[in-house]
């Protein structure tokens, strides 16, 4: 059964830091990785998609890595601002019979301080 | 739309009533999945809808629960006899096809919070 972790489960940092998340899996039978923020309330929004295959995706000041092998991912994020304060989740992608599936970690709360 | 829609936003029920709740995802996207949100969990897969083939339910955590999606398109997810650990968010999510496939993303919806009282 693949199981996603996310820790620490909160992180405050002060604002302009550049700042590492940590998502792993226990499985790495996987098609696909996702990054998703999800603000208090609210549903998820998608930031970066990340295929099987590739290495890593970018896409403004967030860049995502993948290390398939390990069961690894970071969400890579420059410059943080009070505006990303939000909790980020990552789920992975595989197959479940005929099926596919997302599994979701518990995502970790960032918290950006002006 | 250009998203996920979902209704009601927030739905309060008393214990032992019957509730539905409602999905329209994006045009056009074939796979439609329903996860919930309790508070400090994570997302607990229910249900996933492909195309015309048969559901995959293997999610849902009791009989009390049960889906339906009409002409490929607007989903209903129906809890009867509600319960107070029902009480959770109730996200809907679409995609073009599974996210089993390499390139495809899941788009969700702002999610209905229940609370049973």
């Known amino acids: 059964k693949q199981e996603v972790t996310q820790i620490p489960a909160a992180l405050s940092v002060p604002e302009g830091e550049n700042l590492v998340l940590n998502c792993s899996f226990t499985d790495s039978a996987i098609y696909n990785l996702q990054w998703f923020r999800q603000d208090p309330g609210k549903g998820l929004t998608s930031l970066l998609l990340?295929?099987?295959?590739?290495r890593e995706q970018t896409s403004g000041r967030l860049n995502a890595s993948l290390d398939k092998s390990s069961g690894r991912s970071t969400l890579y994020i420059a410059a943080s601002q009070p505006g990303d304060s939000a909790t980020y989740l990552c789920?992975?992608?595989?197959?479940?019979?005929?099926?596919?599936?997302?599994?979701f970690g518990k995502g970790i709360t960032l918290s950006v301080r002006p | 739309g250009a998203g996920v829609s979902q209704s009601p936003s927030n739905k309060v029920t008393e214990k032992g009533k019957d509730v539905e709740l409602r999905c329209d995802p994006i045009?056009?996207?074939?796979?439609l999945y329903w996860y919930r949100q309790s508070l400090g969990q994570g997302l607990e897969f229910l249900i996933y809808?492909?195309?015309?083939?048969?559901?995959?339910k293997s999610g849902l955590p009791s009989d009390r629960f049960s889906a339906e999606r009409t002409g490929g398109s607007v989903s209903t997810l129906t809890i009867q006899r509600t319960q107070q650990e029902d009480s959770a968010v109730y996200l809907c999510?679409?995609?073009?096809?599974?996210?089993?496939?390499?390139?495809?993303?899941?788009?969700f919806g702002q999610g209905t919070r229940l609370t049973v009282v």
């Open positions: 990340i295929q099987s295959s590739q």
């Open positions: 789920a992975v992608s595989q197959r479940a019979g005929a099926n596919s599936k997302l599994t």
């Open positions: 999510a679409s995609s073009l096809v599974g996210t089993g496939f390499w390139n495809t993303e899941a788009f």
């Open positions: 045009s056009g996207h074939t796979a």
């Open positions: 809808f492909q195309g015309n083939s048969a559901p995959d």
